[in-house]
């Protein structure tokens, strides 16, 4: 069946080059990468920016943040729970805690640990796309942005409307060691939108609920989110969301497997925005932000039926205040600004503890001359833990022709240690370490963008040198694991990815995206290998590849992803889905994991096997 698919898969990919003389013109509209201070096309970027666009995100067969990640090249989603469980996020080979993530711009940092920073209340209908940005961005979002950033950016709705939508699903496999019960999991959402001139506002609320795909790996969440756009007037808008989600899972071998057979966790996460834009001139706009999230984290090693004993609770804060400014001038464009985050925790093994961090940008983009555009600029950050430190970066881009441009680029970055890497006091598991450095990345990267009408290609190299990598690292399996900074991580990378788009008829096209990462990493002047918990994880190869056919309001798009990592067994992982519009009603079949591969992400338990879901969709907006 495997060498069916990719043998249709080739076929297709060569009847694409044959069909270039009979292609229709596809026009889109041009994507502005929103960067805080400066606004581009990204036809004008100089970074390697990936983006995932609105209608590529509702073919594919998933319904959650996490499950759409998993599809983008580059981007390393190690997920425990299934279907928007926890999962862990990386980029290029980083840790999980070194991509900061954003929400139309404002950081989703957690404080406590990056395990929890994708429980957020969004769900896939609101996002208009997702921009991702690789390699260090501390001159674009300041701190935790030392691999690279993920930009959610949410949709305006242009009209109102409702929103019905539910499924359900199975792998048809019985819960053996538990209650016998067959697996499941289902669904329902529901949403409201108002889209009027001068005012948009849009709620959404849902609830899923599965008893799991193995023993004691069931969940129940819940999640509603809002969002305001008021246009003031021509010069001035204001936009608002507010979010709340909680999250319950069985976490059967999450963190100390195998004792940890009957852990649970409950985490629940409050985020709070509000921020405008000012046009003071024709050329000069001002960008007020206000950020604040509330998190917590009640992990309960014993499950719910001895809270007594190895429970840890933890309770974080932090707000955040931006300032952002950009100035048009004959020459170029300048952009600055300024942020100021506080961050605390109480926490029954970490303790109580506070940080705070001021930061400052300064960028300028210009064209040197016709074709050769320049970006340059610096982040000086203040940390009340790790004192003054200066991050900078230059980007450039030279077009050869309307069609082919050589882009560069070199950038620095930074994580500050997480509450987590610092305090833990989890023994015998682990514990944390109070003198950890913070991370620093210097990269540099060379690459090309090709763009001719419906073929776009992208091909780039990097260098990268991490300081101070951390990891949390054992020399003999007898003693907890504990933080240290390992030392320092050389990684050489090559990143392509290219996507073609033909029209068969008026009524019929059909798109093909394909990417392949490869990653060699290396530790630098290391005296010892010990046993390490995330590192060992990385992924070396990934290749992904979508196919998707609409003809009308018929879809199927077939998704397929080749991980290969440093250590154990590669795999293939191979999706679908199905759906059929009737007007405003949607009808949509999706199937995961098709040929029932066994396959890690972390640790040592398996993710579902063959799932199978029904589910349908009622959309008036």
């Not at 303790?351 to 001021?358: A, K």
């Not at 050869?400 to 050589?406: A, D, R, S």
């Not at 560069?408 to 989890?426: C, K, M, W």
Request: aromatic share 14%; hydrophobic share 35%.
């Amino acid at each position: 069946m495997k060498k069916i698919y990719f043998a249709v898969t080739a076929l297709i990919c060569t009847n694409f080059y044959a069909q270039t003389k009979k292609d229709s013109i596809i026009e889109i509209d041009e994507v502005i990468i929103h960067e805080n201070r400066l606004s581009t096309p990204i036809s004008k970027q100089n970074r390697n920016v990936y983006v995932i666009s609105n209608e590529t995100i509702k073919k594919l067969p998933g319904r959650t943040l996490q499950e759409v990640l998993q599809y983008a090249n580059g981007v390393d989603i190690r997920q425990r729970g299934p279907f928007g469980g926890q999962a862990d996020i990386s980029v290029d080979g980083g840790s999980f805690e070194q991509t900061v993530v954003l929400l139309n711009g404002a950081k989703i940092i957690d404080s406590q640990t990056a395990h929890n920073m994708l429980n957020l209340p969004l769900p896939v209908e609101a996002i208009e796309r997702i921009e991702i940005l690789r390699g260090p961005a501390a001159r674009i979002f300041g701190i935790n942005s030392l691999t690279g950033a993920i930009n959610i950016i949410t949709k305006k709705p242009t009209k109102s409307g409702v929103l019905l939508s539910t499924y359900a699903g199975s792998n048809f496999e019985k819960d053996s060691d538990d209650t016998g019960d067959t697996f499941f999991g289902t669904g329902v959402q529901v949403g409201a939108v108002l889209g009027k001139e001068k005012q948009q506002h849009s709620i959404f609320a849902s609830h899923d609920k599965s008893n799991g795909y193995r023993y004691n790996t069931g969940f129940e969440n819940n999640k509603i989110l809002y969002q305001g756009n008021v246009q003031v007037n021509d010069s001035n808008e204001i936009l608002g969301s507010f979010g709340y989600v909680k999250n319950g899972f069985g976490a059967n071998g999450f963190y100390a497997a195998p004792g940890d057979k009957n852990s649970t966790e409950v985490v629940q996460t409050t985020f709070a925005n509000i921020q405008s834009k000012h046009a003071i001139t024709d050329n000069w706009k001002i960008m007020p932000r206000v950020t604040y999230r509330y998190n917590y984290d009640d992990y309960r090693y014993l499950g719910n039926n001895n809270l007594n004993a190895g429970r840890s609770q933890h309770y974080t804060n932090s707000i955040a205040a931006e300032l952002n400014s950009s100035i048009k001038t004959e020459k170029g464009e300048i952009g600055f600004g300024a942020e100021f985050r506080n961050e605390d925790i109480h926490s029954s093994n970490i303790g109580d503890h506070d940080r705070e961090n001021v930061g400052i940008y300064a960028e300028y983009k210009t064209y040197l001359f016709e074709k050769l555009n320049v970006n340059l600029g610096t982040y000086l950050n203040y940390n009340s833990d790790y004192k003054w430190q200066i991050y900078p970066g230059l980007d450039a881009s030279y077009e050869l022709t309307n069609e082919f441009k050589v882009i560069a680029n070199v950038g620095t970055s930074q994580r500050i240690p997480s509450f987590t890497d610092l305090y833990l006091n989890q023994r015998p598991g682990n514990i944390g370490n109070p003198d950890l450095e913070s991370e620093n990345a210097f990269q540099s990267e060379f690459g090309f963008k090709f763009n001719r009408k419906s073929l776009n290609l992208n091909v780039n190299y990097f260098y990268r040198e991490i300081s101070n990598y951390i990891d949390w690292t054992r020399m003999v399996t007898t003693v907890p694991w504990q933080s240290q900074n390992y030392g320092d991580l050389i990684t050489n990378g090559i990143n392509m990815r290219g996507s073609y788009s033909f029209n068969f008829s008026d009524d019929s096209k059909m798109n093909f995206t394909l990417g392949y990462s490869y990653l060699d990493s290396k530790f630098k002047d290391t005296r010892d290998e010990p046993y390490s918990k995330y590192l060992i994880s990385s992924l070396k190869h990934q290749v992904t590849n979508t196919i998707d056919f609409q003809h009308k309001d018929f879809s199927v798009l077939l998704a397929t992803r080749f991980n290969e990592r440093v250590t154990g067994a590669s795999y293939w992982i191979n999706d679908a889905r199905i759906s059929q519009s009737i007007k405003k009603f949607t009808i949509f079949i999706d199937a995961q994991n098709i040929f029932n591969t066994t396959y890690y992400e972390i640790g040592a338990f398996p993710l579902p096997a063959r799932w199978f879901s029904l589910g349908a969709k009622f959309v008036t907006f």
